[in-house]
């Protein structure tokens, strides 16, 4: 192996020590800021009413929005929900208090997934609503083996 | 009978196999109550005697955005065999949310109210 072989192995090796301190770590991540389902539910009914709709029943019936964006034809409400899970395998000997060794680990595998549930609603500049938009991801957590293994433990410790 | 010394030591060492952490965050002060606010009739000039200065103040083609908002975020932990080599860890976090949004036309007369109060203490 060549030195900068080495020296990038050594680097990788720090690195992955560094992201996960444990042999097993999972760590998840929650935020339900943005609408509840019964709040997006009332607001699909208000679109499909087919009356003009204003910026005034939007923020009464979604709440707040988590971010305002501005553009040329008007704002845009943004309203978010997180959900972020790692699961972390790291069999790295220098993990062991009384084994003095470098950190070059033996296995190291990250299985990360991000997914959030969006909702986007587009006004004119009269504050009128124009369409909307919405991503719903949150809830396909058969697709991530992260979430999946998180909320598993979960529902063990709980 | 177990004796004293035994129990101690088994103490010691269930403490030395586990670890638990619990971080709690807050971030401003509860949300004010919306309650006499007239949409239609009530100035933004009352509202800020009322309630006080917003946290966001964002502005609209067709007026401005005040949002009073306070955030509470929850981390917890879990860690086995702490001290000789970590076998397990397991982290969960939670960020809850209180807002209040009051909408003003171009006048400063309010149009809107929007309001989500995810905290315990908040709903």
Redesign the interface.
């Known amino acids: 192996m060549t030195r900068a072989g080495l020296l990038a192995l050594l680097l990788a090796a720090l690195l992955a020590s560094g992201c996960a301190e444990a042999i097993f770590s999972i760590v998840s991540f929650r935020s339900h800021e943005a609408y509840s389902d019964a709040s997006l539910m009332r607001f699909r009914e208000l679109m499909g009413a087919g009356v003009a709709v204003t910026k005034s029943d939007v923020l009464a019936t979604l709440g707040p929005p988590i971010e305002v964006i501005g553009q040329d034809e008007g704002e845009v409400f943004v309203y978010r929900r997180l959900a972020r899970d790692t699961n972390v395998i790291n069999l790295n000997p220098a993990m062991i208090s009384f084994v003095t060794a470098p950190p070059l680990p033996i296995y190291y595998g990250s299985d990360s997934s991000g997914r959030d549930d969006t909702l986007m609603v587009f006004f004119d500049r009269e504050g009128r609503l124009r369409n909307a938009g919405e991503r719903l991801g949150i809830g396909e957590t058969d697709r991530s083996r992260a979430a999946y293994l998180g909320e598993g433990v979960q529902g063990l410790i709980k | 009978m177990k004796r004293p010394g035994s129990i101690a030591l088994a103490l010691a060492l269930a403490g030395m196999l586990s670890g638990c952490s619990l971080v709690y965050t807050e971030v401003g002060v509860p949300v004010p109550s919306s309650e006499g606010l007239v949409?239609g009739r009530t100035t933004k000039v009352e509202v800020l005697e009322s309630l006080g200065p917003p946290r966001l103040v964002?502005?609209?083609?067709?007026?401005v955005?005040y949002?009073w908002?306070r955030?509470k975020s929850r981390?917890r932990s879990?860690?086995l065999l702490p001290?000789?080599?970590?076998?397990?860890?397991?982290?969960?976090?939670?960020?809850?949310?209180d807002?209040?949004?009051l909408?003003f036309d171009r006048e400063g007369i309010l149009?809107?109210?929007?309001?989500?109060l995810?905290t315990e203490e908040g709903s």
């Open positions: 949409v964002r502005r609209q083609f067709d007026g955005l949002t908002r955030t981390r879990l860690t001290i000789y080599v970590r076998a397990f860890h397991y982290s969960d976090g939670q960020s809850d949310r807002d209040l949004s909408l149009r809107g109210v929007g309001r989500r995810e």
